[in-house]
């Protein structure tokens, strides 16, 4: 394997742009973290983004994600600065509690969670692109995407040319995703249908929209009179919400686990750690931004602030009845009949709230865009969820073999590797039975109040081992006192949103209730424990 030392150095003698240039040609894992987090939970996040803020929430995934690529970048240093793989590095620098925690976090995520991108790229196969749209075998699709993914992972165990295949097929499935969005925002500039000095003026950060509504509800919430206190109420905490979920879900668990064993396999040292920067950079926050920012645009245009826009039934319902059981503590009680009464029975302008405020899908937005592309609008946008969906299941169960490896003692070992990869794509085969009603809860509420309580302590982690002198020796950071202020903020964002979600869960009762509890306690434990073990073995 090459490590093109020697074109590195050449490349770090030219300015930035000229780095640039070089740099481009030698990208890998910043490829494969955008081909994670550019899956269905980015999908949902940004169309839900453009409905609840529209374009005046344009510099919220940026700002989010550069956050992400802070720790990030902190964790590709601590690990091209050590030979120690990164999960031995924490067994025996910070804490083996920490480690097996860090790695059973990423593994409960990547089973569980990649059910969610097979059952959104069988909806986009179905749904947007008309394969075996009357099929009531959705397991020929789902077992499709499980053998097709586990053979690509198959062959970038081989070396040599085959290694390659993977990075470019994810590197291929990124650009599908972005330049599908980027179509449609071209066609909706062309004609008229994008507010460009919203859009602009939207780029800068307003953190008021954390306590308020943005202006553009204004006139629709004061038409609902008396109700007008309780749609304010409504849109400021959905807003809140999506604000704080961003900085907490822009870099997962199993991202932080990822990155590292990506950055070994590709044989990456010491003298990598300037291209891996730029390598989030071109190959993570670039694409990232790109996309999101195309779909918050294009559903911006269509449905904020809209009444006329495209929507889901169930999804208008869903906000109606809040808005009903606010005020009628009888009313999750009364029979379908009853509350169907009621909810014809509102005036016109809360029902108008009741479609500006409904989540909306890829196929809803799709449908709304016709007008605009036609009949391509389906194909146009179930090739790019099509692709998100693929390229995010292929790096779960990757980053699954890096894990199930690492668990057994047998790094680099291509059968307990497959193994590893072959548990994700069981539960994405099963995922017509496992994404759905009650199974689906009891998934993904303990998976994510797992991943939450780990994502705070894997940032930890990386910024113990960052000042730790027996990790890192004479590699430790010249301007650590800068780096660690970087580094806390970020970490410090991504701790309040994951604390926020866990209150959130520990407050709705029942099981989930009881989960998030169970979560606010483990956090603080897993913390100090992290924090008392570094102090033990980092003694002078």
Same mark, same amino acid.
């Given at each position: ?141 789902? @077992? !499709?995407? =499980?053998? %097709? &993914?586990?053979?690509?992972? /198959? ?10 295949? $993977? ?52 006139? @629709? !919430?004061? =038409?609902? %009179? &008396?109700?007008?206190?309780? /749609? ?10 999506? $604000? ?75 906000? $109606? ?220």
């Amino acid at each position: 394997m090459s490590n093109h030392i020697e074109e590195i150095q050449s490349i770090q003698q030219r300015s930035f742009i000229g780095r640039l240039g070089g740099y481009a040609k030698l990208t890998g894992p910043g490829w494969v973290q955008a081909a994670v987090t550019l899956g269905g939970g980015s999908l949902v996040g940004a169309l839900y983004l453009g409905v609840i803020g529209g374009y005046q929430f344009m510099w919220l995934q940026p700002l989010a994600m550069f956050c992400g690529v802070i720790m990030l970048a902190a964790i590709s240093y601590v690990t091209l600065s050590s030979d120690e793989r990164p999960f031995v590095s924490v067994k025996k620098n910070i804490s083996p509690t920490l480690a097996w925690g860090w790695l059973i976090a990423t593994v409960v995520a990547n089973v569980v969670f990649c059910s969610a991108q097979f059952a959104l790229g069988t909806d986009a196969a179905q749904n947007n692109l008309g394969v075996l749209p009357e099929t009531k075998q959705p397991y020929v699709i789902t @077992a !499709i995407f =499980a053998s %097709g &993914s586990l053979i690509l992972l /198959w062959l970038s165990r081989q070396g040599g040319t085959a290694a390659k295949i $993977i990075d470019n097929v994810l590197k291929a499935l990124v650009a599908v995703v972005v330049l599908a969005f980027m179509g449609v925002v071209v066609v909706l500039g062309f004609k008229g249908a994008i507010e460009w000095g919203a859009l602009f003026k939207g780029l800068i950060p307003d953190f008021g929209a954390l306590f308020r509504p943005t202006s553009t509800y204004s006139d @629709a !919430i004061a =038409a609902t %009179g &008396s109700s007008s206190e309780f /749609w304010t109420k409504y849109i400021a905490e959905n807003q809140r919400n999506v $604000i704080i979920g961003a900085f907490g879900s822009a870099v997962g668990i199993n991202m932080t686990f990822l990155l590292p064993y990506s950055l070994k396999a590709k044989g990456w040292g010491k003298g990598h750690r300037q291209l891996s920067r730029f390598d989030l950079a071109l190959g993570l926050f670039i694409p990232f931004i790109l996309a999101t920012s195309f779909l918050v645009i294009a559903t911006s245009s269509q449905f904020h602030a809209r009444a006329d826009g495209v929507y889901s039934e169930a999804a208008y319902v869903n906000v $109606i009845d809040t808005r009903l059981s606010a005020t009628n503590s009888e009313f999750n009680t009364l029979t379908e009949e009853s509350k169907q009464v009621l909810r014809g029975a509102l005036p016109q302008a809360e029902k108008n709230m009741g479609v500006m405020l409904a989540k909306r899908n890829a196929k809803d937005l799709a449908s709304s865009l016709e007008p605009f592309l036609g009949k391509n609008a389906q194909l146009i946008f179930g090739i790019g969820v099509l692709a998100m969906a693929v390229s995010t299941m292929i790096v779960h169960m990757m980053m699954n073999g890096y894990a199930i490896s690492e668990a057994f003692g047998k790094p680099g070992k291509t059968g307990i590797f497959m193994i590893g990869a072959s548990m994700p794509a069981l539960t994405g085969l099963l995922s017509p039975i496992l994404w759905s009603g009650q199974t689906k809860t009891a998934l993904v509420v303990p998976a994510a109040v797992i991943a939450t309580t780990l994502l705070p302590i894997a940032y930890v982690i990386f910024i113990l081992l960052m000042n730790s002198k027996k990790a890192l020796d004479s590699e430790l950071p010249k301007n650590r006192i800068l780096i660690n202020i970087f580094m806390l903020l970020a970490a410090g964002v991504a701790s309040f949103a994951s604390i926020w979600n866990l209150v959130g869960k520990a407050s709705a009762g029942g099981s989930t209730g009881t989960q998030g509890v169970i979560g606010l306690i483990v956090l603080p434990l897993l913390l100090l424990i992290g924090i008392i073990g570094f102090v033990k073995r980092n003694r002078a």
